[in-house]
């Protein structure tokens, strides 16, 4: 369980959301995992059925007031809660594969409900924004391009064309997660508007495509380790000379970099708030599997095996070095904002997906055979943890950031550096 709540003082709603929150994850989310799964069923009708199972628990979500708890308080169309607040119950959520969705705090639609809630027109929130945060579609953010090294936008080659009353969309996208489900009802696509402007960060637009625009169309599914995560899925897909009204732009055209940081500064927050809560599930999987006195190696529990439970110590270690992280991040966003709190966010995204990453790979072998197999979720929090090391910019990425950051302490430093230099000569 998440030991959240001893960090620091939360409001009594929030309290009461986390123990709602809690019993739902933990009694009715888990617990329809394999359901999930087996509604999902086999070839085509993969992408074409959305389990029953995941609208129940979001007609429950509804019911317990646990929708759309992602929107930060500075939205007129939040729910109320801070940042900080939110990261306690986002790692609740976590911990099931299905309560992110079942509480429609699921990427990639919060960090696309976020940009229409920013920077929509009223028509684009009326259009968008209102059926999103209802549940009743979902969406996609097209950005990564298969031609091009997309961890440097500037790179991306999509062209958006003003054409009259218009502009015409051409490109080739791929890992476009969400895409893949039969209720996505509109892209956000980022493109070049302006490829001869001077700034590289200004020759980017958004554009919202609808999903059933002519000329969309989905090429493939790509899959992690084997896993196609239908019907959500992360698609290859094609925008050949698709038309969409000039409303469509979303700011102003040459403003795709701005959105794109304001999108993604909360979004990599939350998958790392939501790695954290995968991770402890990790540890209590691992707990479980050392306890059980059905398994014995040479006579003992593999509790009472030294290596072995050095193992467990060492994942709650790294658990807790993880989440202070995250809330120390999500409450430099609450203070200064995204844009100020880059550095925390980006130490938080550099060290949360390798953590959970090594917490479930000791849980796996404590597992054996068992840990790599379907019949434990640790297998799949695997290869989706992998992918965060690369999703929402890859870890290389992130690391230059930080780097900078520290680099432009450097004159501050050295002036100090000065100062007691000088003071220490003259006691001499």
């Known amino acids: 369980m998440s030991t959240t709540q001893s960090l620091f003082t939360l409001s009594p709603r929030v309290e009461k959301l986390r123990k709602v929150l809690e019993d739902f994850v933990e009694y009715e989310c888990i617990p329809a995992e394999p359901l999930y799964h087996k509604q999902i069923g086999q070839g085509e009708n993969r992408w074409k059925v959305v389990p029953p199972v995941i609208e129940q628990l979001k007609l429950r979500a509804k019911e317990l007031g646990l929708w759309n708890l992602f929107l930060p308080n500075y939205y007129p169309e939040s729910p109320g809660l801070t940042n900080l607040e939110y990261a306690v119950l986002c790692e609740l959520m976590g911990r099931s594969t299905v309560a992110p969705e079942a509480c429609n705090c699921g990427a990639p639609d919060t960090g696309n409900m976020e940009v229409f809630a920013k920077y929509g027109t009223a028509e684009q929130k009326a259009k968008w924004l209102v059926p999103l945060m209802d549940g009743r579609i979902r969406s996609a953010f097209a950005m990564t391009e298969p031609a091009v090294a997309s961890s440097d936008a500037t790179n991306i080659e999509t062209s958006i064309v003003r054409d009259g009353d218009s502009y015409v969309v051409n490109g080739r996208k791929w890992w476009i997660s969400g895409a893949g489900d039969p209720r996505c009802a509109v892209y956000l696509v980022m493109g070049k508007s302006d490829p001869h402007n001077k700034s590289p960060h200004k020759q980017q637009s958004v554009i919202i495509v609808p999903a059933d625009a ?3 169309r989905v090429i493939r599914p790509m899959q ?3 896993y196609d995560d239908a019907p959500h899925g992360h698609v290859e897909m ?4 698709v038309r969409v009204p000039a409303s469509n732009m979303v700011l102003g055209e040459g403003r795709g970099f701005e959105i794109i940081q ?3 500064g909360p979004g990599r927050l939350h998958h790392c708030m939501r790695a ?7 540890v209590d999987l691992h707990v479980l599997r050392l306890t059980d006195t059905n398994r014995k190696t040479f006579g003992k529990i593999l509790a009472q095996h030294g290596a072995a439970a050095d193992a467990l110590a060492q994942s709650r270690l ?3 070095q993880g989440r202070l ?9 609450d203070r200064v904002g995204a844009k100020n709190a880059m550095t925390a966010i980006a130490l938080a995204k550099v060290y949360v997906p390798s953590m959970t990453l090594r917490v479930v790979e000791r849980a796996i072998q404590a597992y054996g055979a068992k840990g790599v197999s379907q019949d434990t ?3 799949y929090m695997y290869a989706t943890g992998r992918t965060l090391r690369i999703a929402d910019g890859p870890d290389e990425v992130h690391l230059m950031q930080i780097a900078k950051a520290e680099l432009r302490r450097a004159d501050a430093l050295r002036a100090r550096d000065d100062k007691q230099r000088a003071l220490a000569a003259a006691k001499l």
């Open 214 to 216: 002519p000329g969309v």
């Open 377 to 379: 979720p640790l297998a």
């Open 224 to 226: 992690v380790y084997g």
């Open 325 to 333: 992280l995250v809330l120390k991040a999500a409450d430099m966003v």
């Open 276 to 282: 954290v809560g995968a991770a402890q599930r990790a």
């Open 318 to 320: 790294e658990v807790e």
């Open 262 to 264: 304001g999108r993604l």
């Open 238 to 241: 094609v925008f050949e000379n």
